[in-house]
């Protein structure tokens, strides 16, 4: 059988072309299947968060605030505490001595002493926190090199217990964190009546590689 050629992808100013599991750039960066991966994954959660907030909108703000048996209560505490997480992770690696451009001057968490501590109070405040978190996210994840995910991070949690990880664990527990409570917010917003729509991973698959923010 013929070996099918490589696809070429046209994505925006540039192109990449995948030769065993990299892409490569014209302008010479080479992607792992590790990098393209968590590239993805921020596309992903991106995309996802701003389904669930076009999703939330539809409810008032009693509703989303009705405490419906979940582990943190109603809807939006619920999201409010994916945002803690997110910003308190990028925190951790900020303090860090890794270096990450994309976090200097980023609204983080840096005090976590209570996993339901709140982030924003206010609907629309937390709409432009999430959209604001999700912009570095998306941009954090472009400068995760293969050195990078393979140093360790050491830290202490809510509990002021201390830990280290590797980066590439950290990163993937960021995301499937995610994953895990918007699970959980679909299923409060189809018992609120709301239908959030497609939610895979694999939807965004077909959208074009993002471009480096």
Not at 43 to 61: K, T, V
Not at 106 to 125: E, F, I, K, N, S
Not at 138 to 159: C, G, I, M, Q
Not at 197 to 204: A, E, I, K, Q, S
């Amino acid at each position: 059988m013929a070996r099918a050629e490589p696809a070429l992808l046209h994505l925006g100013h540039s192109e990449r072309v995948r030769l065993g599991g990299l892409f490569v750039t014209t302008d010479g960066i080479d992607l792992s299947l590790h990098q393209q991966h968590f590239i993805r994954l921020g596309q992903y959660n991106a995309w996802f968060n701003g389904q669930l907030i076009e999703a939330c909108g539809r409810l008032d703000d009693a509703e989303r605030r009705r405490d419906r048996g979940a582990f943190f209560g109603s809807i939006h505490d619920t999201l409010d505490h994916l945002l803690l997480g997110d910003r308190s992770w990028l925190g951790r690696i900020e303090r860090s001595d890794l270096p990450f451009p994309s976090l200097e001057g980023a609204d983080l968490v840096y005090d976590l002493r209570d996993l339901r501590q709140g982030v924003a109070d206010d609907w629309d405040a937390y709409c432009a926190a999430r959209r604001a978190t999700d912009a570095v996210l998306e941009a954090f994840v472009w400068e995760l090199t293969p050195e990078l995910l393979a140093s360790d991070l050491s830290y202490r949690n809510s509990k002021d217990l201390p830990f280290t990880n590797p980066l590439w664990q950290i990163v993937g527990h960021v995301f499937n964190h995610g994953t895990h409570h918007r699970g959980q917010a679909t299923t409060l917003l189809m018992q609120a009546g709301i239908d959030p729509g497609m939610t895979d991973f694999l939807v965004t698959t077909v959208l074009p590689f993002p471009e480096r923010v």
